[in-house]
């Protein structure tokens, strides 16, 4: 009597795969699943804000210009203000016009999420910060640099309680917001897909030195520099540009409040403290902005054939 073999034993079914969407998020890195944003798309968005800026401040000063208003030969305050907040804008609106030739991004996609592990970021924030203070002690120290900034001066800070007021928010809370959703959020996060996190952390520092090359004393960009390729290994490592958003607005605060020789130190600690809250405060509400847009879009249903 012949043996029949044992029927085969069934295979168990292999578990559903997640869509790339759904899988975990690295600190520091795009999402899996995201296509992200090529390299060569940073160079045309930087390119494409400074045009922007450009076009938009010759258009302003033109119109002003021809309005009786006195630019030459510099500009008042109340203009200067208005075109700083304009190039900040300018650059974070280039940005998302670039982003969603890619796909409609979200507030994640430009690191508008919490850091993984709150203590971790803070002491890395620290870290990066005393690294930069150190530096850019030396750098000064070496070279004999005194300069202060006169960008509060232009903006015309001492002219009114009022002027002083916004030109706080806009050194302590519109820069810090602006420059990290594009630098860090956009650029940064580009170039990191061609080469990792250093080579493009390097490249985004040395843009970000030259990008306040009109706003800052030439003896302070290499600190600048320095300090922008650390705020992008500050946001790869804690996967939240929440984070350096925060250590941007405690910068400009304390540099805000050193040329402000009157103040009293209370006041700077206030102030930065009041541009770190703010800051994290608008940036949110930018993530979720940016959240709900990708929401109303994928529930959008497709247009008849």
């Given at each position: 009597m012949t043996s029949l073999p044992p029927p085969p034993k069934a295979s168990s079914p292999a578990p559903p795969s997640l869509p790339a969407e759904q899988g975990p998020a690295l600190p520091g890195r795009r999402p899996r699943g995201m296509r992200g944003w090529p390299p060569w798309l940073a160079l045309v968005a930087l390119l494409s804000g400074f045009g922007a800026t450009i076009v938009a401040t010759i258009i302003t000063v033109a119109i002003a210009a021809s309005a009786g208003v006195d630019v030459e030969p510099d500009l008042p305050p109340g203009l200067n203000i208005?075109?700083?907040?304009?190039?900040?804008?300018?650059?974070?609106?280039?940005?998302?016009?670039?982003?969603?030739?890619?796909?409609?991004?979200?507030?994640?996609?430009?690191?508008?999420?919490?850091?993984?592990?709150?203590?971790?970021?803070i002491g890395v924030l620290f870290?990066?910060?005393?690294?930069?203070?150190?530096?850019?002690?030396a750098w000064a120290i070496a070279l004999d640099l005194d300069e202060k900034s006169d960008l509060p001066e232009q903006l015309g800070v001492d002219l009114s309680a009022l002027n002083l007021v916004i030109v706080t928010l806009l050194v302590c809370v519109?820069?810090?917001?602006?420059?990290?959703?594009f630098f860090r959020g956009f650029f940064f996060s580009a170039l990191r897909n061609w080469r990792g996190a250093w080579p493009a952390a390097i490249i985004t520092g040395l843009t970000f030195g030259a990008f306040h090359i009109e706003s800052s004393p030439i003896g302070q960009l290499v600190p600048l520099a320095i300090f922008g390729a650390g705020l992008c290994m500050l946001y790869h490592w804690t996967g939240s540009?929440?984070?350096?958003?925060?250590l941007h607005a405690i910068n400009n605060a304390i540099a805000f409040g050193a040329a402000e020789e009157h103040w009293r130190w209370w006041i700077v600690v206030l102030v930065m403290a009041g541009a770190v809250m703010v800051s994290l405060l608008v940036a949110a509400a930018i993530g979720r902005l940016l959240d709900a847009g990708s929401r109303d879009h994928s529930a959008a249903p497709a247009p008849a054939g």
């Open positions: 208005g075109l700083t907040l304009l190039q900040n804008v300018a650059f974070f609106i280039t940005a998302l016009l670039f982003a969603r030739t890619i796909s409609r991004p979200r507030g994640q996609d430009f690191g508008l999420r919490p850091p993984a592990r709150l203590k971790r970021a870290a990066v910060w005393a690294g930069f203070f150190f530096l850019s002690a519109v820069a810090p917001v602006g420059e990290e959703l540009l929440y984070v350096p958003i925060a």
